[in-house]
């Protein structure tokens, strides 16, 4: 056998190697992007009941669907807090409505000016999508998505509140980048555990954001320990931007009229 039909003969198995390997990784890709973005759905939702302290632990698939059958989602205009019908974001039911990517559509979003940036997150959609739970036709717990920069990354989660528009039922997050053992201890549930029961504002002074993630353990004797919560050990720049992202979307940008509007039951 000549050299040159040794080296012919290897570069077509080559070949024919790289294009049957190139079918299956691509075959691959294909097939398994539907299960991976139906996981990626159950994950949200298990995220969004886990805010809402409705998520039992070791629930399976069928769990999480069946109890995220009591959530409703619902779409509301930022500007003036009402609610609005899927059809103003071009669908017919509001869980369709991707917010993070309408956060990247000149048609739905807008620039957020540096100063009023407060969160880090450049723009401000004009319909939000929130989760509500009723029992009896009373409001029993509204869950908001919020995000914002912490050191190194964009955090995603959702903050659940009470019926009053106002107590923390929980807070938590299901995309972040953050350092594990560092900022990555948002997920840690010691520390998301403190967040029930805490106040968003002070109603009696203002309708303006109070919660804030402090330095440190906070001084449980001080009056206004409700509306602090105890800082990540040597991760002070990821908790300034859970304190920044909470008070961005509670704040007059985001769901404020929203919640002042649920306070007030118009
Ligand atoms: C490799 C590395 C990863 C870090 N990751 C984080 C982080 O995820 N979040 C954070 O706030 N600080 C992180 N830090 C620490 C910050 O640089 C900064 O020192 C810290 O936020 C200050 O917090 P402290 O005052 O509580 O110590 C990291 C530091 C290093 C060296």
């Known amino acids: 056998m000549s050299n040159k039909e040794t080296m012919g003969k290897t570069l077509t198995v080559a070949l024919l190697l790289c294009i049957v390997c190139s079918i299956v990784v691509a075959g691959s890709v294909v097939a398994l992007k539907p299960i991976q973005q139906k996981n990626k759905a159950l994950n949200l939702k298990a995220n969004i009941l886990s805010a809402a302290g409705l998520l039992e632990s070791g629930s399976n698939a069928e769990k999480i669907e069946a109890d995220f059958a009591a959530i409703q989602p619902r779409l509301v205009d930022l500007e003036t807090g009402e609610y609005v019908d899927p059809s103003v974001v071009g669908k017919t039911a ?51 998505p919020v995000s914002g920069y912490g050191l190194w990354s964009t955090l995603h989660g959702f903050l659940a509140l009470e019926g009053d528009a106002n107590t923390i039922v929980g807070l938590g997050f299901y995309e972040h980048a953050e350092t594990p053992g560092l900022g990555g201890e948002v997920d840690n549930p010691n520390w998301k555990a403190i967040w029930p029961g805490k106040k968003v504002y002070d109603l009696d002074a203002s309708d303006t954001p109070k919660i804030e993630v402090v330095k440190g353990a906070v001084d449980r004797s001080r009056t206004d320990a409700q509306y602090l919560v105890d800082g990540l050990s040597g991760a002070t720049l990821t908790s300034r931007g859970i304190t920044n992202l909470v008070q961005y979307w509670a704040g007059e940008h985001g769901f404020q009229q929203y919640l002042n509007r649920l306070r007030s039951g118009v």
Not at 127 to 138: D, R, T
């Open 94 to 144: 509001a869980l369709d409505y991707d917010q993070r990517k309408a956060a990247k559509d000149p048609e739905l979003s807008e620039a957020i000016d540096g100063s009023e940036d407060i969160a880090n997150i450049k723009r401000r959609v004009r319909y939000a999508k929130v989760y509500v739970v009723e029992q009896e036709g009373q409001l029993e717990t509204i869950i908001l």
